[in-house]
């Protein structure tokens, strides 16, 4: 009969300890007691447990949960992911959770073993506008290193790679306000998500400064119902300029301003998140806020690697922010 393999849970429930403690001891780290440590590898060897005492994470596998790829930006940070990862001979698995905090949860619960490594990780939508994070706390409760990225939990105790958002919003209006621009939408279909959120404090903070600037703001995840409200605004409000806190959201301000005759950018200056092919490739081509997305996936893969192979010796977490870049383009007046 085949003997079933010995997992640090395994050990774990044997004496009673949590797998984090277990995965630390094997690991030798200065944070558990030499009684604790002996009794662990003594009852690991006694067990049968194969895994490299040292570091039992020797898979090299790495698990990537995004909401898609049809974002241009999970895409970008995807394929900063792969290429960092495939250079230090990491293999990575990637999962879809499409948005749905049912498919976010079935996919950790499945793979939290000892097989994957580490977890990078960007939150559904349903993730964060249920705000139920039961599913990534019990990863984060078993010793397995997992670091957040762009869509980020600020109540997870766990290592976060972002985007400076609520900064960016400021430079925006700044740099729309220097244009001599004094009445500015922001548009979004992505206020239920803390990127947004985050972009919208920013704007709101600056537009604060300035007595003379008006901010309206338009927003709804349902697509038709969004076309009308910017169709509106732009037909009756005197709108100079437009940030658009998402990419759906620029391009559809984008067209809907074409349609009605707007010249942009002498009429109606745009702004949108993020550098994706849609804006690279709209007319005029859109200015954007350019996330280094690549960047930010290439700094969270390396972060993950630290924590898995213990590089640095860190006792809290960390939140690592990344700037971000005004690139101008044609739908801003040079």
Avoid at 70 to 78: C, K, S, V
Wanted: overall charge negative; charged content about 30%; glycine content about 6%.
């Amino acid at each position: 009969m085949k003997k079933n393999k010995v997992t640090l849970s395994a050990l774990a429930d044997k004496l009673g300890l949590s797998v984090s403690t277990i995965s630390k001891s094997l690991k030798n780290s200065t944070e558990i007691s030499d009684e604790t440590k002996e009794l662990v590898i003594a009852t690991a060897k006694e067990m049968g447990y194969k895994g490299t005492m040292e570091d039992p994470r020797s898979h090299k596998v790495i698990a990537v949960v995004i909401p898609d790829i049809i974002n241009g930006f999970f895409a970008q940070a995807l394929t900063g992911i792969e290429q960092v990862a495939t250079e230090n001979d990491y293999k990575i698995i990637t999962c879809l959770s499409k948005e749905l905090l049912s498919k976010e949860a079935d996919y950790l619960e499945v793979l939290n073993n000892d097989y994957v490594d580490g977890f990078i990780i960007a939150a559904a939508e349903e993730t964060q506008v249920k705000s139920d994070y039961a599913h990534i706390q019990k990863v984060i409760d078993r010793g397995t290193p997992l670091v957040m990225f762009d869509r980020v939990v600020d109540e997870l105790e766990c290592d976060k790679m972002v985007n400076d958002d609520a900064l960016s919003g400021s430079r925006s209006v700044q740099f729309l306000v220097d244009k001599g621009d004094r009445h500015i939408c922001m548009v979004s279909t992505i206020s239920n998500l803390s990127v947004g959120r985050l972009r919208e404090e920013g704007i709101r903070r600056k537009v604060k400064e300035y007595d003379d600037v008006l901010l309206n703001f338009i927003t709804s995840t349902n697509e038709t119902e969004f076309e009308s409200r910017i169709e509106d605004a732009l037909r009756y409000d005197g709108i100079e300029s437009v940030i658009a806190l998402d990419q759906m959201a620029g391009i559809i301000t984008l067209n809907k301003a074409r349609d009605l005759g707007i010249e942009i950018p002498k009429d109606l200056q745009i702004i949108c998140y993020s550098n994706g092919l849609l804006s690279e490739y709209s007319y005029p081509k859109m200015t954007v806020i350019d996330q280094h997305a690549a960047e930010l996936g290439k700094k969270t893969f390396v972060r993950l690697k630290n924590l898995i192979t213990n590089e640095e010796e860190i006792k809290v977490t960390r939140i690592h922010t990344l700037k971000t870049s005004l690139i101008e383009r044609g739908t801003t007046r040079q």
